[in-house]
């Protein structure tokens, strides 16, 4: 993860998709993975006044370059799979806002 006061953090974009079976027991199965690295920040004050008014909590911000962000609406880091409440463009840049979830899914790749 390189320097332990780097910001650093990999995360794997997801995009999940819930499947039912015959007797309609939901699975989550993993469409899309794609492994990037992005920088942790905190959460400032407003942005939790943010969530709040959302009525979700952030854990957690990432900061991606664009290019690299694919649209998925879920992170998994550290086998916790997080949602992404919100993004926020910041010119190259985007701010992934993430909450953490107890999903589980199938990963079948």
């Given at each position: 993860m390189g320097h332990p006061n780097s910001p650093s953090i990999s995360l794997t974009l997801l995009q999940i998709?819930?499947?039912k079976d015959e007797i309609?027991?939901?699975t989550n199965v993993i469409k899309t993975k794609k492994e990037v690295v992005g920088i942790t920040r905190s959460i400032t004050q407003n942005e939790y006044q943010t969530s709040i008014q959302m009525k979700v909590?952030?854990?957690l911000k990432v900061?991606?370059?664009c290019f690299l962000y694919d649209?998925?609406?879920y992170a998994g880091i550290d086998g916790v799979i997080y949602k992404i409440e919100r993004t926020y463009v910041n010119g190259q840049?985007?701010?992934l806002y993430l909450s953490s979830t107890d999903i589980?899914?199938?990963d079948n790749g």
């Open positions: 998709s819930s499947i309609g027991n939901k909590t952030f854990d900061i991606l370059q649209g998925s609406k840049y985007i701010e589980e899914v199938i």
